[in-house]
């Protein structure tokens, strides 16, 4: 089901803190955007939002390359932060890319308001493999919440298990856990607390079982 | 065999050749031991240094060097080193014993150039190659052993991707005495330049002359046919703990891979995570930023 284009009055989003999730371009999947909306709800403890808000594709094209510039995009995606608006996390359907790298899966501000996604090499089959939407989600779930972790300013961590391990290739998006590891969990609480935000769950060491 | 007996004192014991001191008659009695390899041989420093100094103090013993001595025979007798050693039956010096400048002693280095061990197993840590068996330096020379203790030296594929098209590489002279870490080869593109620091010390007994004409070769083989120089090693063992070969150089790769991705983003408060470093952008580093880029990692 694709999201419908709607011009929305900024002033309608509400006003308490909140994430706030948006597509980029129109081709993107409602389910995408509202499992995503949940995962972060439970996972973060913040409210999030579906914005219906839709960051224009023109802008950051790169005929060349037939991509879009991920930077471009987080440019755009500024201008959405609200009162109230703590992080959008902008979902695309376009493949992306930063300069020095081929494709980046995802872009963040560090730290910063904006992350970006694309689903393009997230879905089995630009792999040239039968759908998997179980897989598909999972990498979904990774790749948001590791950008998320860059926003707080998280940086990449050497735990392969740990979701803030930096994915060059997808089998590494699908080697990492949908975990932070003891250190990111712990930096990530801190900077959650800094900025006076609702706190994580605690959690039991045994939650994370890699070393 | 027969020069050898009819010349000198003692006879030249079967397999030796006689110095080049000796067949000049500074000396009379020393053989080879260094394949004639002046230009690395500390014998052969000591005594230019001892006839520097007999001439300062104007004594009559050592007031030549060999190349002096020979030259006051006549033509038809002054032969050329690769004659003393057996490397040519007949040849004259064409050069006044200026071996360093001679265009006949260039051709005899190359084809006496000692082969190059076969490459073994190449990893790729991602988009560059790290060569099994080879020791890299922090400024990204590697260092290989090879027959007879000489040390071969080049530059990582690393590097090679960020010098991209080099106008020219400044080898250093034959002979020249090089320290580890120490800047020895000049690396030039358009009109900026940067400098290459040596992976071991010691004193350099052969340049790779094919890479002043094509210096491409520096990126086709970084490992193979685009090395630079060879080294007659003086600390090795010393020297071969500060470089870092097998996992360690993998690793090394690694971290410096991170580093480039650091050091190339234009705008370092965004983070990304993807695919292959795009290669094709070293290509277009040029002027200052190259300059900067590269000397970045090998500084
Ligand atoms: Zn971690
Ligand atoms: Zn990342």
Redesign the interface.
Same mark, same amino acid.
Do not use: M
């Given at each position: 089901m694709a999201l419908k284009l709607r011009a929305v009055d900024k002033k309608k989003v509400p006003a308490f803190d909140h994430l706030l999730i948006c597509a980029h371009g129109g081709r993107i999947d409602l389910e995408v955007l509202k499992r995503t909306s949940a995962l972060l709800n439970h996972l973060i403890g913040l409210p999030s939002r579906l914005s219906s808000l839709i960051v224009p594709l023109e802008s950051a094209y790169d005929e060349e390359k037939g991509q879009y510039n991920?930077?471009d995009i987080?440019k755009s995606t500024s201008g959405l932060v609200t009162p109230g608006c703590l992080r959008v996390i902008v979902l695309t359907e376009e493949d992306i890319?930063?300069?020095? !790298?081929?494709?980046? !899966?995802?872009?963040?501000?560090?730290p910063?308001s904006c992350a970006v996604v694309s689903l393009k090499r997230l879905r089995q089959e630009f792999y040239k493999n039968p759908p998997d939407l179980r897989l598909f989600y999972k990498r979904v779930d990774k790749?948001v919440l590791?950008?998320l972790g860059?926003t707080f300013g998280l940086?990449?961590c050497r735990n392969r298990h740990c979701v803030m391990y930096?994915?060059?290739?997808i089998v590494d998006t699908d080697f990492k856990s949908s975990m932070f590891c003891h250190h990111c969990f712990n930096l990530l609480a801190d900077h959650l607390n800094e900025e006076r935000l609702v706190c994580l769950k605690s959690r039991h060491d045994d939650e994370f079982p890699y070393k | 065999m027969a020069r050898a007996a009819k010349k000198g004192f003692k006879l030249i014991p079967e397999g030796q050749r006689k110095c080049v001191w000796m067949e000049a008659g500074v000396v009379s009695y020393k053989t080879c031991t260094l394949n004639f390899d002046c230009p690395t041989c500390e014998y052969d420093q000591a005594l230019r240094n001892k006839v520097a100094r007999a001439q300062a103090a104007q004594e009559a013993k050592f007031g030549r060097t060999w190349a002096q001595e020979m030259l006051r025979l006549p033509a038809s007798q002054r032969v050329c080193r690769y004659m003393i050693s057996g490397h040519v039956d007949y040849k004259l010096c064409p050069s006044a014993y200026e071996c360093g400048s001679c265009d006949y002693d260039q051709q005899m280095q190359e084809r006496m150039e000692p082969a190059r061990l076969p490459v073994g197993v190449i990893k790729e840590i991602m988009e560059f190659k790290v060569a099994e068996g080879f020791y890299f330096h922090e400024g990204h020379a590697w260092a290989r052993s090879e027959h007879g203790g000489r040390v071969r030296v080049g530059v990582s594929d690393f590097i090679q991707h960020l010098l991209g098209d080099l106008a020219s590489v400044q080898l250093p002279d034959i002979g020249h005495p090089v320290v580890q870490g120490e800047p020895v080869v000049m690396l030039r593109k358009n009109g900026h330049a940067v400098k290459l620091r040596a992976p071991v010390s010691g004193v350099v007994s052969h340049i790779n002359q094919r890479i002043k004409e094509k210096p491409a070769l520096i990126n086709k083989e970084p490992y193979e046919e685009g090395w630079l120089f060879i080294v007659e090693p003086s600390k090795l063992k010393k020297n071969l703990k500060k470089l870092k070969t097998g996992e360690d150089a993998e690793g090394f790769i690694e971290k410096e891979r991170e580093r480039l991705i650091e050091v190339m983003s234009d705008d370092l408060r965004v983070a990304a995570d993807g695919g292959p470093i795009d290669t094709d952008v070293f290509k277009e580093l040029s002027g200052e930023r190259w300059e900067s880029v590269v000397g970045e990692f090998v500084g």
């Open positions: 991920a930077r987080l890319y930063i300069p020095v !790298f081929k494709y980046v !899966f995802g872009a963040a501000d560090l910063g790749t590791h950008e860059h940086t990449h930096s994915s060059t290739r | -």
